[in-house]
């Protein structure tokens, strides 16, 4: 393995000294502007937000419709005032002459889709870590790689891709919390796989050129729809209405044979009521590592009819997905001989699967002060992933052994498909009121049920005996279904203090194949209710800055795999989490600051210890207590009028207090028990840095260095040195130039160098730690990522 260079963690501090020296500044304008925000009836506008354009200065409205900014300099500014359902105004003025303004928002002349992520999204009073990417930020990254690589340089984020190129089979931390713990919705509708909780962005190839915006919620968050939220919550929205017509292609390709192609138009708003949407995309590639290749198709078709008060849209998206397996890794005796090795070399060694998606989305205001919202959907998938398996035996399989005369046969080549057959429907749906005065609520929930069914196929034996094709050797229904309602309302308590309130009852059923206590194969159930309260503060200094805090609880039921490998008798609990956050937030002209420090104390959580169940199975364990606890940083600032820099930090502490590890000891068929204190949670590192240094020096052009930093991870939770992972350091250079020629609305080169230092770095792995011979052997393996490469995109907007 890599020794760490520690002038790369320096750099990392000393960055962010750099950048937090300039909030330290004096100002020394001493304008400043006074005013109320107000609808065309006459009455006020809470909430609206106030900004100079151009700058990181912002504030909101009060109770009472009201604003301040202040430390203004003498010069024609461009205020812009915004609401959600409104439309947005923009004034220019002078603050040295003009000193007072009224503004009045006329209502949108049609209502707007962001309405239905509404309930469940963050805002500046809800006291929580968040982080929201616009389609803007979206189109700069989106060259065809998956949603996670796009989202790689928010905060506390670490991502990962099985053939090292981010596409195909790809990977999210937050917070040190894996892809099961963060809850995923789109159109507020949830994604997570129901079985196993963790999301396939697979399945969605190209899906961020039909998104118009993401939120990142870090913590438990706010109540949502779906998977319990461990570490943080996901929430994507489709396209938002575009009024006019439209027509685009992307074409991008680059290192590794990857190439992407996708078409998208739409009708604009026909007839001031209809409107119809369309996108087709195709993306390939070959990996990074031997024989990963991706071949994904998709596309995404959207119809609404909207009025002034109401609308109601349909989406149907879909998408299919064949890629050669690489969850096999590279042994670690190969990191520095044959970085790309792949342990399977059977030609059709792949995963198949298409998934289809269907959402009907409907909002309706009631009147001024109440919204109805409600949603339906399905979603089927099904697919499968074959395996060659060499010299297996046919009792596995449920098969007699084969005799030809005076020969008995127990083992043959065998090639399996393993299949998910899976329908996921139900309805999503909230009540939303505001009084435009001192109050606003959310009364809302969801209804989902999952039917899967599992069952595998042999399609090819060389000692057949008499088996048929495609013999079914295992078949295996389950049904899960999902209740949850909430309530939530915020309360302007002064002009300067709010609070919010949070509570959700959540209720989970599952019906599976599982062991009962005399270790036979039956159907049951299990039955969980979980009761998930939150509550926080918010606190305004000054129109440039605030403090907030807040107290959340969550719970997570455990998975699949949990129920179906272990007894009554040994199956785990419940997780819970009780998540403690607390922020500062200021906003000069040419300075955005956030700190956040967070306390995430976990009961129950479940780790893999390696210890043996009463059926034999590796299942995981709950440990009665763990914890992360952090500081996340967040800084934009404008160091000049062409240079920008956005750069964040999260140091982070990830214990568990007691843990026991259990190690097979191959000499006398044994478990060993090791006991440890304070030892670290897996793939949780105490560093996580992101940075993007933006020089604009010609209109349309945009220059980018993009710089990643992620520290040490371990592969189990023993802090064990001789199992983990390296820390990181990337850098990226990006090019954007953009014009406007008479035939198109806009012409986008962009040109990207991946790894321009060509760090050989891995950013994911596994162990296997056992005794041999009287010696402890750990068996690593990782996951390469790709070195020095590229990828160019073209884009035309008509």
Known sequence: MRKTIPGRLYACFFSLTAILYLSSLPVWAQHAITGTVQDADGGTLPGAAVTIEGTYTGTFTDAAGSFRLSN??????????????????????????TSQVSITLNKTAIAVDEVVVSATRANQKSAIAYTDVSRQQL?????????????????????TSDAGTGVGYTGIRIRGSDATRVNVTLNGIPYND??????????????????????????????????GAFGASINIQTNKLEEKPYAEANLSGGSFGTRRVNVLAGTGLLNNHFVLDARLSSIHSD????????????????????????????NVFSGREQTYQSWG?????????????????????????????????????????????????????????????????????????????????????????RWLDNDFYGTVFSLDYNSFGKLTANI??????????????IIWARIAGNTNIRDRYYDDNATKTDFNLYAKAFYQFSNRLNGFVDAQVRTVGYSFLGFNSQLQNVQQDASLTFFNPKAGLTYTLSDRSSVYASVGVGHREPNRDDYTQSTPQSRPKAEQLI???????????????????????????????????????????????SYRAGLELEVGARLAKQLRWNVNATFSRNKIRNFTEYLDNFDNGEQVANHYHETDISFSPSVVSGSQLLFTPAKGLELGLLSKYVGQQYLDNTSNESRKLDPYFTNDIRLIYSFKPKFAQEITFTLLFNNVLNELYESNGYTYAYISEGRVIADNGYYPQAGRNFLAGIRLRF
């Open 329 to 417: 890794g590279v042994p670690e005796n190969l990191l520095k001989t044959n970085r790309t090795y792949n342990p399977y070399t059977y030609e059709n060694e792949t995963d198949n699967y298409q998934q289809d998606n269907y959402q009907l989305i409907t909002s309706h205001e009631l009147n001024r002060n109440w919204r109805l919202n409600a949603s339906f959907f399905y979603t089927k998938g099904k697919g499968y992933y074959e395996q060659y398996r060499p010299n297996d035996k046919y009792s596995n399989y449920g098969l007699p052994n084969v005799v030809i005369g005076d020969s008995t046969i127990s083992r043959t080549d065998i090639i399996r498909r």
């Open 579 to 625: 998540d403690y956050e607390a922020g500062y937030k200021v906003q000069t002209e040419r300075l955005a600051f956030t700190a956040n420090a967070y306390y995430m104390d976990y009961q129950n959580q479940l780790v893999l210890s390696g210890q043996l169940n009463d059926v034999g199975a590796y299942n995981r364990v709950n440990i009665p207590a």
């Open 139 to 159: 189109d700069k990254l989106n060259l065809g790689q998956d949603i996670p690589q796009l989202l790689n340089f928010t905060p506390s984020i670490v991502t």
């Open 444 to 457: 809302g929930g969801g209804w989902n049920q999952y039917k899967g069914g599992h069952y595998g196929e």
């Open 72 to 97: 203004l300099k003498a010069g024609a500014i461009s205020l812009r005032v915004s609401l959600l359902g409104y439309e947005a105004q923009t004034r220019t003025l002078d603050p040295a002459q």
């Open 287 to 314: 990996g990074y590592v031997d024989r990963a290749f991706s071949d994904l198709k998709s596309f995404y078709l959207s119809g609404g009819y909207y009025t002034a008060r109401s609308f109601i849209r349909l």
């Open 194 to 227: 129901a079985e196993s909780q963790g999301t396939f962005f697979v399945d969605m190839p190209d899906f961020a050129s039909s998104v118009s915006s993401i939120q990142i919620q870090r913590g438990v968050g706010t109540s949502t729809n779906g998977a």
